[in-house]
């Protein structure tokens, strides 16, 4: 089974806090992405990465920066924590690369309160 | 540029009862069709995809979606409901023609299922 781990299932940061979010992946998945959910919206895909070191911006990417050093880790990292970006974040990963028709398996998610 | 549309935010039913979720997209090219089921504190898990051929698809769970290309939808179904059914639903996209892995998500139903 492909196994998508995140580091905390609940987060309470401060408003200007650095914020690092952790998603680790065990199926050699060249692609990783965080994506926030909010209701009424969905989900939103922030950054994407296809390779180490590689990376994509998504659709809302403003506010956040991601690493991936290592091929099974993919990290999120919030710069200075505003208020408008308690969510709840989801990592995933699939297989890679080209055109084919990969799902993706996600992880149980990191709510996030910043107050 | 590629999207879905969920055009229903709830959808009732009883158990025992047949299901319809419905999902239209646009891409603009050929598409991959996804649907996904999360459960309330959880990622989501992956129920089905289309790629090609029987319009028909099968999944997990008794699930099964139907792709329509002439009114661009993928509509979820199953036979009979059951209350463990009860949980959110996504519909996602990516065009055959694009580069990257990503898929675009709807913005989720909620179907009810009462006993």
């Known amino acids: 089974d492909v196994k998508v781990t995140q580091s905390s299932r609940y987060l309470v940061k401060r408003t200007g806090e650095k914020v690092f979010l952790e998603c680790v992946q065990d199926?050699?998945?060249?692609?990783m992405f965080w994506y926030r959910q909010d209701p009424g919206l969905g989900l939103r895909l922030i950054y994407f990465?296809?390779?180490?070191?590689m990376k994509e911006k998504g659709d809302i990417p403003e506010g956040y920066s991601v690493s991936r050093e290592k091929k099974e880790r993919f990290s999120l990292i919030l710069e200075s924590a505003s208020t408008n970006q308690t969510s709840m974040y989801l990592c995933?990963?699939?297989w890679g690369p080209g055109q084919g028709a990969y799902e993706q398996y996600f992880g149980p998610g990191t709510r996030l309160t910043v107050t | 540029a590629q999207s879905v549309a969920q055009p229903e935010d709830q959808v009732n039913v009883a158990e025992g009862n047949p299901l319809t979720v419905k999902c239209t997209y646009s891409?603009?090219?050929?598409?991959?069709l996804f649907w996904y089921v999360q459960y309330p504190n959880r990622g989501l898990q992956f129920l089905l995809k289309y790629i090609t051929g029987d319009n028909l698809v099968k999944g997990s769970y008794g699930f099964e979606a139907e792709f329509n290309k002439s009114q661009t939808s993928f509509h979820l179904k199953k036979p009979s409901a059951l209350v463990s059914d009860s949980a959110l639903y996504f519909c996602?996209?990516?065009?055959?023609?694009?580069?990257?892995?990503?898929?675009?998500f709807g913005k989720g139903t909620m179907l009810l299922v009462s006993p």
């Open positions: 199926m050699d998945h060249e692609n």
């Open positions: 996602a996209v990516r065009d055959m023609n694009s580069g990257y892995s990503t898929l675009t």
């Open positions: 995933a990963s699939s």
């Open positions: 990465s296809y390779d180490v070191k």
């Open positions: 891409v603009s090219g050929n598409p991959y």
